[in-house]
């Protein structure tokens, strides 16, 4: 159902007054949504999985740090995707 004019003119005054009073949080919620955020999440960490992994089968006989290197890119990489696919099936309410 769509908001009168009244109700309309009282969001916009509500959004212009937080605007003011506490930008960096209007900032916040004003931009992007957590979907887009989740999504942007899991596709890093899918590139990182992938960088991470040719870089363990590269340089691991050749550098044992280096290939540790890449094998913790593809840990921390793992638990992003991991994180965005939670968020994305459970949303932060509010």
Known sequence: ??????????????????????????????????????????????????????VLIAFFTMSVLVGLAGLAVLVGSSLLIARGVDGLRHPPSG
Do not use: N, Y
């Open 1 to 54: 159902m769509p908001l009168s004019e009244h109700e309309q003119k009282i969001l916009s005054d509500l959004e212009g007054l937080l605007s003011r009073q506490d930008p960096r949080f209007a900032r916040l919620v004003s931009g992007t949504s957590s979907v887009a955020r989740f999504r942007r999440w899991i596709r890093l960490g899918i590139a990182g999985c992938l960088v991470g992994a040719a």
